[in-house]
């Protein structure tokens, strides 16, 4: 009884100490499930230990066994001690490379992100260069015409300028070029589209933020509405208060929810990076991402703080 609680001593004060910072290294990276597991090998090593001690180190065990059995049980000790070291160190190992896996996905995530929207930027700069060049057009044009074809053409420039402003959702040119795209992406499937944006051109957020945030929101949207058939919809809310951005995004979807725990799962077969990439750099103090759902319609909810007060 001594030797089995000198062994576990031993072995907690081991894990406690030695290994203390991996194992908490590792826990917190793990599900609950995984550790338990984990927890269970000791356990069942320990009472091997307990049974083999009251065997081999009773006093009738000791007359009859040699030294050679006694060392042969304590290094099969200490092999089992190792083999969990080995298990740990190769679990942490395998959890780290995933880790950096996924960072590695989600820097290229970011960098095309920003392509994207260097390429708006691009597009939106090449639009203004346009209407510069068609407005000295226009007026050549008026100049030459007569009353009556004066307003004619001027009620269908007019016509062409008010669907063009319909496409007008906010100030802020960064949000507004994405919720462009995903309007028309929406039009183009039959999905109903609705954006209530109320943003000036200078929001304390930086554009990056903003777009990472709103484009994944956007694109997961478009993804479940896909899934569907009959009617579906987009709505897009957000507004800058006090000192922070409130955003919310409603979508129909399916009903249909995975969950590991309190974890959504992503129902794309690369797992989904959007929920992932939106955590990540919503990294402020203050900063907050939730979901709602119920059997028609899901809701994700976004308050990003002032990165100036950050």
């Known amino acids: ?41 000791p356990s069942v090593s320990l009472f091997i230990l307990f049974i083999g001690n009251n065997t081999i180190f009773s006093s009738l065990s000791l007359a009859v066994r040699g030294l050679e059995d006694v060392l042969f049980y304590l290094a099969l000790c200490v092999m089992i001690l190792v ?10 190992e395998i959890m780290c490379r995933r880790r950096t ?22 597009d ?13 057009h226009h007026i050549h044009a008026l100049l030459n015409m007569d ?23 906010c100030q802020n040119q960064a949000v507004n070029g994405l919720l462009q795209e995903y309007a028309t992406r929406a ?15 200078h929001v304390p ?3 990056l933020t ?33 000192d922070h951005l409130m955003m919310l995004v409603e979508n129909s979807y399916n009903g249909q929810i995975k969950k590991n725990g309190s974890r959504i799962l992503s129902s794309k077969r690369d797992g989904g990076l959007g929920i992932l990439s939106i955590k990540r750099i919503l990294n402020q103090p203050g900063d907050e991402f939730d979901v709602d759902y119920n059997d028609t319609t899901f809701t994700a909810m976004v308050k990003i703080v002032d990165r100036a007060l950050g």
């Open 210 to 242: 903003l777009c990472i945030v709103i484009g994944n929101l956007l694109e997961n949207a478009m993804e479940a509405c896909r899934r569907l058939t009959g009617h579906r919809f987009i709505l897009v809310q957000a507004r800058w208060l006090d």
């Open 124 to 136: 939106y700069i090449e639009q203004v260069r346009i209407i510069k060049h068609d407005f000295r």
């Open 83 to 92: 083999l969990y070291v080995l298990i740990l160190s190769s679990t942490l």
């Open 147 to 169: 009353r009556g074809e004066r307003t004619n053409y001027l009620m269908n420039l007019k016509r062409e300028l008010d669907m063009t402003a319909e496409m007008v959702f």
């Open 101 to 122: 896996e996924e960072e590695l996905q989600f820097a290229r995530q970011l960098i095309s992100q920003q392509r994207e929207h260097y390429n708006q930027t691009l």
């Open 205 to 207: 957020v930086d554009d």
């Open 1 to 41: 009884m001594a030797v089995s609680l000198l062994w576990a001593c031993g072995f907690y004060v081991f894990v406690r100490f030695w290994l203390r910072d991996r194992v908490n290294r590792l826990f917190d990276q793990l599900s609950r499930r995984f550790c338990s597991l984990l927890l269970t090998y």
């Open 187 to 201: 039009r183009q499937d039959g999905v109903e589209f609705t954006a209530r944006v109320d943003l000036s051109a």
